[in-house]
């Protein structure tokens, strides 16, 4: 480029076509914000404005005020739903998280049969969620010949009862998460992992430090970002649970595993109270909402 | 001695060394694809027993997948693959339109339309299910009314916040000169965008793809709503109907799963690069 080339266009064109710049750039984005506008946002107005209201198809909706947070908040089931999404939640989230971490660290390396065991080990993840839990359901199966309690059985473990008792089928579902959620969490601590400065381990090898203490020192610190974001997205996909519940139990045995999206839905869309279910969901955008800040807040307070 | 890893396991060698490799890495890949291979044996499989599902085969049938067809099942599975396609088709086209103009272009606004898209991945939509229902019943202005409409279940899946961001990102490393020199042959806006910036961007196009074909195939309370007749069941939500069927115990439901998965499973089989590349992307950036 040694002579600039005389250019007549731009300069009197430059105005109109930047406008009509901005009109294409709209025209482009028209059809995802409309589908938003209509399936996310409306939605979500919708939504709020019905959380005050005693929703009433055909005769029209009656103002309420805040009558159907007060209804829900006293209704013992959604607060024992609340809980159990807690706890379901926290237990597949740290589970899948110690397992994922601990799992990455053993299979680190560039060999090719480590990028089989990968391969073959991620495959719960990308698997539909309705069909493995069919699959899981079957292998829970209660009696001593149920696949897992002939596994245990073999370890000398009498047959459990799983999903079928009002003490064991929370629990059961949470193996069943954590068995999905370890690979995803291993992928990514994994990816984390090939981050980490190997000079430092020469270094910490040299002063004459332990696998442990180099581990210790070195490598978890280098995953904590990873670890931060991990954290906040499985416990809030915990949070909303559905499909994994319904499919399993459904709730049962006696509301014993009934979370706070089951009974959103048996609310809304089985018994028909919408408002009260609409009130519940926004409940649970707030808990999600406080669960986000909180982990943020956390995050900022740990040194570096 | 070698710094490839946090323990050092790779470099580690002898008898016991291998042994412990072996039982390690065997129990990780029995554990993790040990459900899903007795899925597929079982399918196949003669028995009938509710609790009849195991690794080791007992012997071969197709029994239970023309049982399978006989309770209408591929009628379910039809249907998944319409909105699948459908809607797969939708949102690529969504999302490469939106991103050709986050990536390429300068207007006022910009910054507000990310955050709207951030805003709708933030935004669970099981929050949202309930008035959903209620807004594809009477859809303003029209009252058009989608609910038991395969429309029901294509158009709200059509935009995805996550595929506009990956493939915004994308396209922001295609350089303008291509752009220009087309520009400068002529070309209009939808041609350049055609002929120039998507070939170019076919990789991510990989990525958005088997990414939203897993997140299309897994719907399930979308489907859920929407669907009023049995007849429009896509696959996950009718598999729990076929739970209770007396006669051919568990093989139509054990067929109708492996039906269920195998698409996802092969979608994510033959994309594994870009479905990493995908994941470790999205996830690292939050």
Redesign the interface.
Known sequence: MTTPLPSPGPAPRSLPGRRSGTLTAWLFLAPALLLFLYFKFIPMFEGLRMSFFEVRPYLGDEWVGTDNYRTILADSAFVSAMWHSTLLALGTTVGSLVLGLLLALLIEGKARYLWFVRTAAFLPVVTTMAAVAEVWRIMYHPGDTGMINTIIGWLGIGPQPFLASEDSSLLSIMGMGIWRGTPYDMMIFLAGLVGVDRTLYEAAAVDGASTWRRLRHVTLPALRPVFWILFTLAAIRGLRVFVEVYVLTNGGPDGSSEVLMTLIYKLGLQRGDLGVAAAGSIVLFVATLLLTVLVQFLRRRQPR | ?R????????ARRGPLATIAKIV??GG??I???G??V??LVSAFGETL???G??IVPDGFTLENFFRAGEMGVYGYLLNSFVVVGFGLLLQM???V??A???AR????G?SI?LL??LA?M???E??????????LAD??PFHLDLIGSYAGMI??V??WGFS?LVMTEFMKEVPVELEEAAHIDGAG?LRTFFTIILPLCRPALGVIGVFGF?MI??Q??LPL?VATESSQWTL??A??SL?SDEDSG?GV??AA??L??LP??I???LF?RQ??RG??SG??K?
């Open positions: 001695m710094f490839d890893s946090a323990l050092g396991l790779e390690l890495y990780m890949v554990v993790f694809t459900p899903l007795g899925l027993d509710p609790t599902f195991s086209l969504v999302s339109f939106a050709y103009s986050l272009k300068k207007f006022r910009m339309v709207i898209m709708t933030m935004l669970p099981e929050v949202i299910i309930i008035p959903l229902s209620v807004v859809v303003p158009l709200p059509g935009a506009i806006e897993t195939w897994d399930y309370l709503i996950p939500i598999l729990r739970r568990i439901l054990l799963s492996l269920a998965l996802s499973i979608a994510f089989l594994q479905f990493m994941l470790t996830a690292i939050g």
